[in-house]
């Protein structure tokens, strides 16, 4: 792993580790991909109090066309310690579901257009997408469901971002 990724990756790994551990290592990942010069936007989930009902979700990356910006790729992170728990995947699963079907119904939003979804617990990411029309989301092509883990699969990760960039860069 990178030594600018390592610092943040450590944080997420020891024991006291807390949600904030998991988006500091995507706040730092994501412009790499997702860059200004190739159009990308990238919004994280303001929390100003811990006991505010989360609302969206903790990522959010938006491809800008002329000044129209599209939603494209939502992420939302959950601490360490869940990501041996399938009902903790599940319930995780379900929240991006919910978020990516909300997006739809928004303004300026393509209903035909496909939308892409990670869930990061701990050092544990699995990708999905959401079909037009579809009431569910998928795993994302290749992956099978694979929780990927960001040390020892980078090569996988690296190549799903990249493959990410280029679907929703339209």
């Not at 903790?88 to 035909?112: F, G, I, S």
């Not at 694979?146 to 929703?168: F, G, M, N, S």
Request: charged letters at 30%; aromatic letters at 12%.
């Amino acid at each position: 792993m990178s030594y600018q990724y390592q610092y943040y990756y450590d944080q997420i790994k020891k024991t006291d580790s807390i949600e904030n551990d998991v988006d500091n290592f995507w706040l730092n990942l994501l412009p790499d991909y997702f860059q200004k010069k190739l159009k990308f936007g990238i919004e994280q989930e303001a929390r100003p109090l811990p006991e505010v009902t989360k609302q969206r979700a903790d990522w959010t990356i938006r491809y800008i066309r002329n000044g129209d910006p599209k939603k494209v790729v939502l992420m939302e992170d959950k601490r360490k310690g869940t990501e041996t728990q399938p009902a903790e995947w599940k319930e995780a699963l379900t929240q991006l579901t919910r978020y990516l079907k909300l997006v739809r119904t928004e303004d300026k939003q393509d209903p035909n257009q496909t939308l892409y979804g990670a869930l990061n617990m701990g050092t544990y990411t699995r990708f999905y997408l959401l079909e037009p029309y579809e009431p569910e989301c998928f795993d994302y092509p290749g992956t099978n469901g694979k929780p990927y883990e960001l040390a020892r699969d980078e090569a996988e990760i690296h190549a799903i971002l990249l493959d990410l960039v280029q679907k929703t860069s339209h």
